[in-house]
Protein backbone atom coordinates (compact mmCIF):
# COMPACT_ATOMS: atom_id res chain seq x y z
CA UNK A 1 0.00 0.00 0.00
CA UNK A 2 1.53 3.14 -1.06
CA UNK A 3 1.53 6.19 1.22
CA UNK A 4 -0.48 9.21 1.74
CA UNK A 5 1.80 12.10 1.51
CA UNK A 6 -1.09 14.67 1.88
CA UNK A 7 -1.27 14.14 5.42
CA UNK A 8 0.90 14.74 8.50
CA UNK A 9 3.48 12.27 9.62
CA UNK A 10 4.86 12.12 12.71
CA UNK A 11 7.17 9.02 14.47
CA UNK A 12 5.94 8.60 18.22
CA UNK A 13 7.77 5.81 20.43
CA UNK A 14 4.99 4.67 22.06
CA UNK A 15 2.82 1.42 21.30
CA UNK A 16 0.38 2.42 18.88
CA UNK A 17 -3.21 0.47 20.19
CA UNK A 18 -6.75 1.45 18.38
CA UNK A 19 -8.11 4.12 20.89
CA UNK A 20 -5.70 4.10 23.15
CA UNK A 21 -4.11 7.72 23.61
CA UNK A 22 -0.51 9.16 23.09
CA UNK A 23 0.35 12.25 24.39
CA UNK A 24 2.99 14.20 22.60
CA UNK A 25 6.12 15.21 23.92
CA UNK A 26 7.53 18.74 24.33
CA UNK A 27 9.20 19.21 20.96
CA UNK A 28 5.79 17.46 19.23
CA UNK A 29 3.99 19.77 20.74
CA UNK A 30 5.36 22.90 19.63
CA UNK A 31 5.00 21.27 16.53
CA UNK A 32 1.81 20.59 16.23
CA UNK A 33 0.49 23.42 17.78
CA UNK A 34 2.78 26.23 16.77
CA UNK A 35 3.99 25.48 13.74
CA UNK A 36 1.25 23.37 12.46
CA UNK A 37 -1.26 24.96 13.72
CA UNK A 38 -3.34 21.85 14.03
CA UNK A 39 -6.80 22.57 15.93
CA UNK A 40 -8.75 19.68 18.73
CA UNK A 41 -10.35 17.50 15.90
CA UNK A 42 -7.30 17.60 13.07
CA UNK A 43 -5.73 14.33 12.30
CA UNK A 44 -2.43 12.82 10.89
CA UNK A 45 -0.66 9.92 10.73
CA UNK A 46 1.64 8.34 13.08
CA UNK A 47 4.28 5.08 13.70
CA UNK A 48 6.61 3.63 15.57
CA UNK A 49 8.57 1.52 13.56
CA UNK A 50 6.87 -1.81 15.05
CA UNK A 51 3.02 -1.24 14.54
CA UNK A 52 2.68 0.08 10.97
CA UNK A 53 1.19 3.15 10.41
CA UNK A 54 -1.94 4.90 11.93
CA UNK A 55 -4.45 7.70 11.47
CA UNK A 56 -4.72 9.34 15.03
CA UNK A 57 -7.49 12.31 15.98
CA UNK A 58 -5.76 15.63 17.19
CA UNK A 59 -7.38 16.43 20.88
CA UNK A 60 -6.25 19.61 23.19
CA UNK A 61 -7.15 18.26 26.98
CA UNK A 62 -5.61 21.01 28.61
CA UNK A 63 -3.78 24.03 26.39
CA UNK A 64 -0.25 22.65 27.43
CA UNK A 65 -1.33 18.92 25.82
CA UNK A 66 -2.17 16.79 23.34
CA UNK A 67 -2.88 13.27 22.76
CA UNK A 68 -2.85 11.72 19.51
CA UNK A 69 -5.81 9.16 19.25
CA UNK A 70 -5.43 5.76 17.20
CA UNK A 71 -8.36 5.67 15.00
CA UNK A 72 -7.51 3.06 12.46
CA UNK A 73 -4.47 1.15 10.36
CA UNK A 74 -3.72 2.66 7.62
CA UNK A 75 -0.69 0.48 6.22
CA UNK A 76 0.64 -2.37 8.53
CA UNK A 77 4.62 -2.98 9.06
CA UNK A 78 6.48 -4.26 6.71
CA UNK A 79 9.67 -6.61 7.46
CA UNK A 80 12.41 -4.90 8.15
CA UNK A 81 14.96 -4.03 5.39
CA UNK A 82 18.25 -6.84 5.84
CA UNK A 83 20.33 -4.31 3.91
CA UNK A 84 23.36 -2.89 5.99
CA UNK A 85 25.14 -0.18 4.97
CA UNK A 86 28.55 0.82 6.00
CA UNK A 87 30.12 4.31 5.48
CA UNK A 88 33.10 6.28 6.58
CA UNK A 89 31.24 9.34 8.27
CA UNK A 90 31.59 12.76 5.96
CA UNK A 91 31.41 16.80 6.85
CA UNK A 92 28.61 17.84 8.17
CA UNK A 93 25.82 18.60 6.03
CA UNK A 94 27.19 16.19 2.99
CA UNK A 95 26.75 13.62 6.59
CA UNK A 96 22.84 14.47 6.87
CA UNK A 97 22.58 14.46 2.89
CA UNK A 98 24.07 10.62 3.48
CA UNK A 99 21.44 9.87 6.30
CA UNK A 100 18.83 10.65 4.89
CA UNK A 101 19.14 8.98 1.25
CA UNK A 102 20.36 5.75 2.96
CA UNK A 103 16.71 5.42 4.85
CA UNK A 104 15.07 6.56 1.84
CA UNK A 105 16.89 3.87 -0.13
CA UNK A 106 16.14 0.89 2.29
CA UNK A 107 19.26 0.38 4.51
CA UNK A 108 18.31 -1.34 7.76
CA UNK A 109 21.49 -0.54 9.94
CA UNK A 110 23.50 2.17 9.50
CA UNK A 111 27.07 1.08 10.57
CA UNK A 112 29.60 4.30 10.34
CA UNK A 113 33.12 3.08 9.43
CA UNK A 114 36.42 4.87 10.04
CA UNK A 115 38.96 4.46 7.48
CA UNK A 116 42.28 5.87 6.91
CA UNK A 117 41.26 8.72 4.53
CA UNK A 118 37.91 9.04 6.58
CA UNK A 119 37.44 13.12 6.71
CA UNK A 120 34.50 13.66 8.71
CA UNK A 121 33.77 11.88 12.26
CA UNK A 122 30.37 11.37 14.44
CA UNK A 123 30.68 12.94 18.00
CA UNK A 124 26.42 12.25 18.64
CA UNK A 125 24.56 9.44 17.50
CA UNK A 126 21.73 11.10 18.60
CA UNK A 127 21.62 13.32 16.07
CA UNK A 128 22.10 10.83 13.08
CA UNK A 129 19.23 8.98 14.87
CA UNK A 130 17.37 11.97 14.54
CA UNK A 131 18.05 12.85 10.97
CA UNK A 132 16.92 9.17 10.52
CA UNK A 133 13.56 9.14 11.77
CA UNK A 134 12.85 13.00 10.12
CA UNK A 135 13.86 10.97 7.11
CA UNK A 136 11.98 8.26 7.39
CA UNK A 137 8.32 10.76 8.05
CA UNK A 138 9.42 12.63 4.83
CA UNK A 139 9.10 10.12 2.10
CA UNK A 140 6.61 7.70 4.12
CA UNK A 141 8.89 5.00 5.11
CA UNK A 142 7.63 2.40 8.39
CA UNK A 143 10.98 1.05 9.26
CA UNK A 144 13.96 2.80 11.04
CA UNK A 145 16.87 2.04 10.56
CA UNK A 146 19.20 1.21 13.62
CA UNK A 147 22.36 3.62 13.99
CA UNK A 148 25.67 1.36 15.44
CA UNK A 149 28.41 2.93 17.24
CA UNK A 150 31.26 4.02 14.91
CA UNK A 151 33.83 0.83 14.30
CA UNK A 152 37.06 0.99 12.89
CA UNK A 153 37.42 -0.99 8.94
CA UNK A 154 39.58 -3.53 10.36
CA UNK A 155 38.04 -4.07 13.45
CA UNK A 156 34.78 -4.73 11.39
CA UNK A 157 35.93 -6.91 9.25
CA UNK A 158 38.08 -9.42 11.89
CA UNK A 159 34.47 -10.19 14.09
CA UNK A 160 32.12 -9.95 10.68
CA UNK A 161 29.60 -12.52 9.95
CA UNK A 162 30.77 -14.69 6.60
CA UNK A 163 27.22 -15.54 5.74
CA UNK A 164 26.75 -11.52 5.40
CA UNK A 165 28.24 -10.70 1.68
CA UNK A 166 30.13 -7.04 1.43
CA UNK A 167 30.12 -5.09 -1.67
CA UNK A 168 32.08 -2.45 -1.84
CA UNK A 169 32.49 0.17 -3.91
CA UNK A 170 36.04 0.28 -5.49
CA UNK A 171 37.39 3.81 -7.22
CA UNK A 172 39.98 1.64 -8.14
CA UNK A 173 38.64 -0.90 -10.18
CA UNK A 174 39.40 -1.03 -13.56
CA UNK A 175 35.81 -2.26 -15.14
CA UNK A 176 32.90 0.13 -15.37
CA UNK A 177 29.68 -2.20 -14.86
CA UNK A 178 28.75 -3.45 -11.41
CA UNK A 179 26.00 -5.64 -12.74
CA UNK A 180 28.30 -8.77 -13.96
CA UNK A 181 29.69 -9.24 -10.42
CA UNK A 182 26.60 -8.16 -8.93
CA UNK A 183 24.26 -11.35 -10.53
CA UNK A 184 27.30 -13.63 -9.20
CA UNK A 185 26.24 -12.51 -5.65
CA UNK A 186 24.60 -15.47 -4.23
CA UNK A 187 24.20 -14.51 -1.06
CA UNK A 188 20.48 -13.20 0.92
CA UNK A 189 22.28 -11.28 3.64
CA UNK A 190 24.31 -8.26 2.29
CA UNK A 191 26.19 -4.85 3.06
CA UNK A 192 27.34 -2.13 1.43
CA UNK A 193 30.42 -0.56 2.02
CA UNK A 194 31.21 3.19 0.89
CA UNK A 195 34.53 4.53 1.44
CA UNK A 196 35.29 8.47 2.55
CA UNK A 197 36.23 11.28 0.19
CA UNK A 198 40.08 10.51 0.15
CA UNK A 199 38.64 6.80 -1.39
CA UNK A 200 40.39 3.67 0.48
CA UNK A 201 43.84 3.62 1.03
CA UNK A 202 46.10 0.64 -1.09
CA UNK A 203 46.45 -1.42 2.07
CA UNK A 204 42.85 -1.12 3.04
CA UNK A 205 42.04 -2.31 -0.98
CA UNK A 206 44.18 -5.17 -0.69
CA UNK A 207 42.66 -5.95 2.46
CA UNK A 208 39.19 -5.86 1.74
CA UNK A 209 40.19 -7.94 -1.87
CA UNK A 210 41.66 -10.71 0.61
CA UNK A 211 38.63 -11.98 2.04
CA UNK A 212 36.57 -14.05 0.23
CA UNK A 213 33.58 -12.45 1.77
CA UNK A 214 33.74 -9.02 -0.28
CA UNK A 215 33.02 -8.12 -3.62
CA UNK A 216 34.29 -5.16 -5.39
CA UNK A 217 32.52 -3.49 -7.40
CA UNK A 218 33.43 -0.41 -9.75
CA UNK A 219 30.69 2.33 -10.51
CA UNK A 220 30.79 3.12 -14.07
CA UNK A 221 33.62 5.55 -15.82
CA UNK A 222 32.82 8.83 -13.56
CA UNK A 223 34.45 9.80 -11.05
CA UNK A 224 31.47 10.16 -8.10
CA UNK A 225 31.64 12.05 -5.15
CA UNK A 226 30.98 9.83 -1.90
CA UNK A 227 27.62 10.98 -1.16
CA UNK A 228 26.62 10.21 -5.01
CA UNK A 229 28.68 7.03 -4.78
CA UNK A 230 26.00 6.15 -1.51
CA UNK A 231 23.14 6.44 -3.64
CA UNK A 232 24.32 4.91 -7.27
CA UNK A 233 25.59 1.90 -5.02
CA UNK A 234 22.23 1.49 -3.30
CA UNK A 235 20.06 2.00 -6.52
CA UNK A 236 21.79 -0.42 -8.43
CA UNK A 237 22.21 -3.38 -5.74
CA UNK A 238 18.42 -3.28 -4.96
CA UNK A 239 17.26 -2.84 -8.58
CA UNK A 240 19.94 -6.04 -9.37
CA UNK A 241 19.76 -7.99 -6.20
CA UNK A 242 17.82 -6.35 -3.72
CA UNK A 243 14.14 -5.79 -2.47
CA UNK A 244 13.62 -4.06 -6.04
CA UNK A 245 13.09 -6.83 -8.08
Known amino acids: MRANFRMQRLFVTS??????????????????ANVLRMEDGAELLIFNGR????????SFPTRK???????????????????HYLFAPLK??????LVQKAVEMGAGLLQPVMTQHVQGKITNL?????????AAEQCGILGIPDVAEPV???????????????????????GQNPLPLLTK????????????????????????????FVTAIPLGPRILRADTAAVAA????????????
Not at 15 to 26: L, S
Not at 92 to 97: A, F, I, K, N, P
Not at 126 to 134: L, P, T, Y
Open 152 to 174: KLTDLLASWPRERRIIYCDEGDA
Open 234 to 245: MAVIQAAIGDWN
Open 15 to 32: NIKAGAPIEADHDQFNYL
Open 65 to 83: RILLTPLEETRPQPAPSDL
Open 92 to 97: VGRLDY
Open 185 to 212: VKEKHLALLVGPEGGFSEEERALLRSLD
Open 51 to 58: DGEWKAGV
Open 126 to 134: DKVRANVIE
